[in-house]
C-alpha cells in the first residue's frame, strides 16, 4: 500500500513537471521534481510517506554493526588514517555538473537532523540520531540529465571474493526529503565501523539500502552493466531492489 502510494506520488510529481518528459532532470526541471515530490508527499499521504521521528529518550544504546568487514584497501587506510581530510565525495554519471565534495563542503552543507529508525532485514531495529545532507540538495548541485534514472552508491568495502557493496535508488527515492548523506550518528562523526566518513540513510526503506562508507555517487539510465544488474550487493543475491518499509 505504501508502496503504492509513494511510487504513484512520485509519477505524478514528475509528470507534473515533465508533460512531455523531456525536462525532467534539467537544473531547474530536476528541482522543482524534487520540491514538488516533497509537498505531494505531505499533502497527498501526510506523514505516511515519511519515516517515523523519535525523540532523543528512544535512541538505541545499543546499535549492532551489521556489515561486511569495515575496508581495509590502502585506500580506505590511508584516508582514515588522515582523519578523512583528503576524502572527496565523488558524483558523477549522467549529470551536468560533476562533484568532488571534500568533508568540510559535506560538513557545510548538512540540512538534517533527525531521529530515526533502521530495520535490517534480518529482523533487528535501531533508533539513533542522524545528521547530515539531503541526497537531493547534492543532486541538484550535480544536475542530473534528462536520460537520469537512478542512483548508485558505490562502497569502499568488499566481500571475501572481492565482490564490491554497492547500492541503488530511484531518483524518486533519492529525492524523498529523509533520504539522507549522513555525517553524523548520535552528535558524533560517523566511525570508521560505521561507515565513516559518509553513509546513506535511508529511514523509509531496509538497512540493506543504507550504503556505508559511500567513496562514489554515480547517477545512470539502468542498472544492468553494474554488478549482475539487480541494483545493489544483496539484491545481486536475491533481495528485493524495492525495500519500503
Ligand atoms: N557498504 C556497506 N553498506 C552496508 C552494508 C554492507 O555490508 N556494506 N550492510 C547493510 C546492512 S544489511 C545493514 S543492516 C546496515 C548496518 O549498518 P550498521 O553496521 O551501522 O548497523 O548497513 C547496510 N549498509
Ligand atoms: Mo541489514
Keep these: 500500500m ?6 504513484a506520488s512520485g509519477a505524478a510529481a514528475l509528470a507534473a513537471c515533465s508533460p512531455i ?16 515530490a516533497e509537498a505531494l508527499n505531505e499533502r497527498v499521504i ?6 517515523r521521528l523519535y525523540s532523543p529518550a528512544d535512541i538505541s544504546a545499543d546499535f549492532p554493526v551489521n556489515s561486511l568487514d569495515t575496508p581495509s584497501t590502502g585506500e580506505y587506510e590511508r584516508l582514515a588514517a588522515n582523519g578523512f581530510r583528503s576524502y572527496k565525495l565523488v558524483v558523477d554519471g549522467l549529470v551536468d555538473h560533476p562533484q568532488a565534495l ?8 548538512s540540512n538534517v537532523d533527525e531521529i530515526t529508525r533502521h530495520d535490517c532485514v534480518e529482523g533487528w531495529s535501531a533508533i539513533a540520531r542522524w545528521q547530515g545532507v539531503r541526497l537531493s540538495t547534492i543532486l541538484a548541485m550535480a544536475a542530473p540529465k534528462p536520460q537520469a534514472r537512478y542512483v548508485v ?37 560517523i566511525t570508521p565501523d560505521r561507515g565513516a566518513p559518509v553513509r546513506l540513510k535511508v529511514p523509509t526503506q531496509l538497512g540493506y539500502k543504507s550504503a556505508k562508507w559511500v567513496r562514489r555517487i554515480e547517477v545512470v539510465a539502468s542498472m544492468r552493466p553494474l554488478g549482475s544488474g539487480k541494483g545493489g550487493y544483496w539484491e545481486d543475491q536475491g533481495y528485493e531492489w524495492y525495500a519500503g518499509i
Excluded at 505504501?2 to 511510487?7: A, E, M, V
Excluded at 537544473?27 to 514538488?36: V, Y
Design 2 to 7: 505504501n508502496r503504492k502510494i509513494f511510487l
Design 153 to 189: 552508491f558505490h562502497s569502499y568495502d568488499s566481500d571475501g571474493n572481492g565482490t564490491l557493496y554497492y547500492e541503488s535508488l530511484s531518483l524518486e527515492q533519492a529525492a524523498h526529503p529523509q533520504t539522507l548523506l549522513a555525517l553524523r550518528q548520535n552528535a558524533k562523526p
Design 21 to 36: 518528459g523531456t525536462k525532467l532532470n534539467n537544473s531547474a526541471g530536476f528541482h522543482s521534481a524534487l520540491e514538488s
Design 102 to 109: 571534500p568533508l568540510a563542503h559535506l560538513q557545510h552543507l
Design 46 to 51: 501526510g506523514t505516511r510517506g515519511r519515516a
